[in-house]
């Protein structure tokens, strides 16, 4: 049998480059709230009550998360919220997908806008989870293997 060690040090750095996107994707996109009001509200379901405060609204929290993402004593109830956001500004992205001929943007990328939405789900929760938790990858282990499997 063969023992190979894992560098302890890749999960790590993994999570916290997870983590920086995250932290950038809400960052940008909380202050093109605030840039872009206008084309933020275009993609605002017609059902949806106050479009320019619901843009408003979603983009401060948005800064807020992100802020949150900043310290790890907010990190787990930020992750959490943006998680929660994540999936209440899916109806925006539906929305847009079926009317894709409204906004000028091939269906397609509005397709992979919900796959990658999904992705960034996984990721805000890997991220921002606590140790122990079934999303965090292990910090050290040992892999045994057996020299057939290699």
Known sequence: MIRMRVDAHKPQRARTIGLTFVFLWFLLGGIAHFAATRLEMRIVPPYIPWPHATVLVSGLLELLGAAGLILKATRRAAGLGLFA???AVTPANLYMMQNAAMFDVPYWVLVMRLVLQAG???LIAWSTSVPDSP???PSRRDVRTTSESL
Do not use: E, G
């Open 135 to 137: 999303w965090v990858l």
């Open 120 to 122: 960034l789900l996984f």
């Open 85 to 87: 956001l994540t999936i």
